[in-house]
Nanobody, 115 residues
Framework: QVQLVESGGGLVQPGGSLRLSCEPSGSISDVYVMAWYRQAPGKQRELVARISSGGLTETVESLKGRFTISRDSMKNTVYLQMNSLKPEDTAVYFC?????????WGQGTQVTVSS
């Protein structure tokens, strides 16, 4: 019913920046919550940040000041701006969306922070 396509991942050096994008398509609603999660090998998937259709945003405490979630006012696309990247940020980053009592996951995009 809803498809989520992430993009923008890749290899970046420590201290660098990257912006991820998530574009929903299909039977999308204007009432929703979207979020970014990440999962490193051998670790649990963890919440990074989330945004509601009402415009409320949250970034987990440990990532505040470096990671920011936002949306395009003319599109449905949600972004994750990542600055001052560290090797421990290396993970697969997943987009998530909840609407109409259902939840959907994107396929994930790899972010690797290494010199």
């Amino acid at each position: 019913q809803v498809q989520l396509v992430e993009s923008g991942g890749g290899l970046v050096q420590p201290g660098g920046s990257l912006r991820l994008s998530c574009e929903p398509s299909g039977s999308i609603s204007d009432v929703y919550v979207m979020a970014w999660y990440r999962q490193a090998p051998g670790k649990q998937r963890e919440l990074v940040a989330r945004i509601s259709s009402g415009g409320l945003t949250e970034t987990v405490e440990s990532l505040k000041g470096r990671f920011t979630i936002s949306r395009d006012s003319m599109k449905n696309t949600v972004y994750l701006q990542m600055n001052s990247l560290k090797p421990e940020d290396t993970a697969v980053y997943f987009c998530w969306r909840s609407q109409g009592g259902k939840a959907y996951w994107g396929q994930g995009t790899q972010v690797t922070v290494s010199s």
